[in-house]
């Protein structure tokens, strides 16, 4: 862990992407909308600037609270864009919320040094799976949210959604599509490619990484072809993507959760 072993340079980061998160999610309403926005992107440019130096610095470290840093940031990417289409969506507190805790997850718990034997193609693997990672993280975003609009419409509340339901319904299974194709691409590399990516001679291990990853895998095959199919939608087709994603969360940031925090060793 934590916080003696940070440089100045990334407390300093993390604390402003923090400050800058909590003032738009808790200050929208004294803030308006324009100030708060900006709140937001001063969090996420501070939140990338760090994210930068802890993998790419004199020191790079990478860990499960990196890992959900990286994931939220995606996140907050995809929704900043989704804002310029859809202003009157209101996802910014949460977006907000989990970038701040994030970050300062990612300060405490920066996980191990990145080995030096390591292959040049593992950034491409991480890249692929974190990015399968963010993709999953934001169709479970707007499934919660989809879920909360038909809520609100079913108690005749306006949802203030700012986005047709179908519309959403739309753009989460293509989420989890190219989602599903970053996933098994970073499968494909880690089962078959191990000894290059990673330097070392040992076979392939069957470990809770690699069981949850598949079990993953085949959930989200499983939703993809029951939308092709069956046409799954609605409440189904949500609880499905959020199994999915509680196995794909579990195989490498709840494993990395357990052998760093619980267990304290290092990879």
Do not use: C
């Given at each position: 862990?934590?916080l ?7 407390l ?16 929208a309403?004294?803030?308006g909308?324009?100030?708060?926005r ?14 930068a ?12 609270a990196p ?8 996140v907050?990417?995809?929704y ?5 289409l ?15 805790v994030t ?28 990015a399968?990672y963010?993709?999953f993280?934001?169709?479970?975003l ?13 108690l ?5 959604s700012?986005m047709?339901?179908l519309?959403?319904?739309r ?6 599509g190219?989602?599903f194709?970053l ?5 494909v ?9 990673y ?5 392939f ?8 990853s ?14 092709a ?5 609605g409440?189904?087709?949500v ?7 509680g ?7 709840g494993?990395r ?8 060793k290092?990879?």
């Amino acid at each position: 862990m934590i916080l003696a072993s940070a440089s100045p340079l990334s407390l300093t980061l993390a604390l402003g992407a923090s400050v800058a998160y909590t003032v738009s999610a808790i200050g929208a309403a004294r803030l308006g909308a324009s100030l708060a926005r900006t709140a937001v992107w001063l969090g996420w440019l501070l939140h990338g600037a760090l994210l930068a130096w802890t993998m790419l610095g004199q020191d790079p470290h990478f860990g499960f609270a990196p890992a959900l840093s990286v994931t939220a940031w995606l996140v907050a990417a995809v929704y900043a864009v989704e804002a310029r289409l859809y202003p009157l969506m209101q996802t910014r507190w949460a977006l907000a919320g989990l970038g701040a805790v994030t970050v300062m997850l990612g300060v405490i718990f920066p996980g191990s040094p990145l080995q030096a034997n390591a292959s040049p193609w593992l950034p491409l693997h991480w890249a692929l799976g974190i990015a399968s990672y963010g993709l999953f993280a934001a169709a479970v975003l707007h499934a919660w949210f989809m879920s909360r609009a038909e809520d609100r419409i079913r108690l005749a509340a306006d949802p203030h959604s700012g986005m047709p339901l179908l519309t959403m319904e739309r753009l989460i299974f293509r989420f989890i599509g190219v989602g599903f194709l970053l996933l098994t691409a970073t499968l494909v590399l880690g089962f078959l490619f191990r000894t290059h990516l990673y330097g070392v001679s040992t076979p392939f291990k069957w470990d809770h990484k690699a069981a949850f990853s598949v079990l993953s895998w085949l959930t989200f095959a499983v939703l993809l072809v029951g939308r092709a199919r069956f046409g799954w939608r609605g409440r189904r087709a949500v609880r499905v993507l959020y199994i999915g994603s509680g196995l794909l969360l579990l195989a490498y940031a709840g494993s990395r959760f357990v052998i760093e925090v619980i267990l304290g060793k290092s990879l």
